[in-house]
């Protein structure tokens, strides 16, 4: 890569420095809670029910106008934008650990998050610093007071894509990978010109936004991919993937699918020395990736594993160099983040942001292979919004008991005696229901032995939590020499 990441380095400082160049007043905020107070004023889509998102929040002209103002800083390194319904974040996080490992500064904006705002925007697995993120959200504030009389007012989404393109150009990172936030066609970071797309698993999700069927929802997905720009994805419902053929076609992208333009396999192992683990191997012209292993728990990671994978060798033909060690390295130090995480582990507690009824499904799944344990008892909360009835279908086949919340800070949470009453009626399983999240842990906490499980699922407000709880437990104990 030397010379090409060396360019990159250079066109992202000057672009970086390009952003000062318009004279408008500056404003900054004074603390990262004054920041956070403004931003929580922003239309927030992602706290909305479906009926009441305004259809203009999913207008790309507002934010092509914001980034012009700012001076186009989503211009100033190579990007690669990931797509998807479900395991998009993994591949991202995958991705990165391998740039990282291999010596290179990567960029990485996802969402949402679990604890705080800062976690969207990361470089490798450093979070964006308090004082620079009041700062350059002062400088979007400017920038969207500029363009609101034209556009309208710019949505908190807008605004952290915003600012995360700006802390990426001012950092001069190596390469920033973009996870789209809800579809991709109209997404507010669509507006940039990625050196690789991917798109991963297409599921029934957001249907009162995206459409009803896999193929609508697989339109707007497939809305990332650029003229002449590869389009990555993995093996598909047929009718996904002949949308993507179209789409890909009318473009003039190249679309490589795993395991058939791109070698692709998969298996199980169960060595000693890891555990329970699944294997890739992945190849993309003369370049080939052997029997690694994948770092995240599931089945359903290795697909996501060999799309990182398959990415990192589209960008090698782009100059980014890597070895086979620092690709081990980096997947062993992917960041889970509430993907299977352990936050406690007396008794064990597990956190996962499974929101889907097959998201949910693969997590029960991927326990039952890969995580030890007599029992489990599940914390469950989900949004009123989502297909609860599967959710709670796959709860019951891995439960031993469930006990039903809701998070504090989401306003869709779903009325958790009602998730109680639809559960037992149609499964019959030991259920109860605790007024908050904190209560819920409590009570399962008594009812586990050292070899049981707790896992915390249904949302990524009731993870986030959750482990905002256990992070702050273990401070008290840090500061009292516990």
């Known amino acids: 890569m030397g010379a090409d990441g060396d360019m990159g380095k250079a066109r992202a400082g000057k672009v970086s420095g390009s952003v000062e160049s318009k004279p408008r007043r500056r404003r900054a905020f004074s603390t990262m809670a004054q920041a956070e107070r403004w931003l929580d004023d922003r239309m927030n889509i992602e706290r909305l029910r ?9 207008k790309l002209d507002r934010m092509r106008a914001l980034m012009r103002e700012l001076d186009d800083p989503q211009d100033a390194t190579p990007i690669v934008h990931i797509a998807g319904s479900k395991g998009k974040g993994s591949v991202c996080e995958m991705l990165a ?13 996802t969402s949402p998050h679990l604890v705080t705002v800062r976690e969207r925007i990361r470089i490798g697995g450093e979070m964006i610093g308090e004082s620079a993120f009041a700062r350059l959200l002062g400088r979007v504030q400017d920038a969207g007071d500029a363009i609101e009389k034209a556009h309208g007012p710019v949505t908190y989404f807008e605004c952290v894509t915003a600012l995360a393109f700006l802390y990426f150009a001012e950092q001069a990172v190596d390469a920033a990978i973009v996870e789209v936030g809800l579809g991709g066609r109209l997404d507010s970071t669509n507006i940039v010109n990625p050196a ?65 333009e791109i070698d692709f396999t998969q298996r199980f192992e169960a060595a000693h020395a890891m555990g329970p683990h699944m294997r890739v191997c992945v190849g993309t012209g003369d370049q080939s990736l052997d029997h690694l292993p994948v770092p995240f728990e599931g089945e359903h990671q290795a697909q996501n594993c060999g799309l990182a994978l398959a990415i990192l060798q589209q960008l090698a ?9 620092g690709v081990l390295a980096g997947l062993e130090n992917s960041v889970k983040n509430g993907r299977l995480e352990e936050v406690w582990d007396n008794p064990r507690v597990i956190i996962d942001g499974a929101h889907t009824g097959e998201s949910v499904r693969t997590l029960v799944n991927a326990i039952g292979a890969h995580v030890r344990a007599d029992s489990m008892i599940v914390i469950f ?32 949470a779903m009325d958790p005696f009602e998730l109680q009453r639809r559960f037992e009626e149609s499964h019959g399983g030991m259920a109860q229901v605790e007024p908050d999240l904190r209560s819920a842990i409590n009570t399962a906490a008594k009812g586990v032995g050292p070899d049981d499980l ?15 709880l256990f992070l702050a437990k273990r401070e008290e104990l840090a500061a009292s020499g516990a």
């Open 317 to 325: 033909l782009r100059g980014f160099e890597y070895t086979e060690r």
């Open 50 to 58: 479906p009926h009441r998102v305004d259809p203009d929040a999913f």
């Open 196 to 260: 690789v797309t991917a798109i991963t698993a297409i599921q029934l999700e957001h249907t009162a936004i995206l459409g009803d069927t896999l193929e609508k929802i697989a339109e707007e997905k497939a809305g990332i991919i650029k003229p002449g720009v590869p389009c990555l994805t993995m093996a598909q419902d047929e009718a996904v993937l002949g949308v993507f053929e179209r789409i890909a076609a009318e473009r003039g992208a190249p679309l490589m699918v795993l395991g058939r």
């Open 97 to 109: 650990g391998c740039l990282g490992a291999n010596g290179y500064a990567a960029g990485v904006y």
């Open 454 to 468: 707790i896992c915390i699922t249904g949302s990524f407000y009731l993870a986030g939590e959750a482990k905002a």
């Open 381 to 412: 909360g989900c949004a009123a919004d989502k297909d609860v009835d599967t959710m709670l279908a796959e709860i019951g086949r891995g439960a031993d008991k469930v006990i039903f919340t809701r998070a504090a800070g989401n306003p869709r």
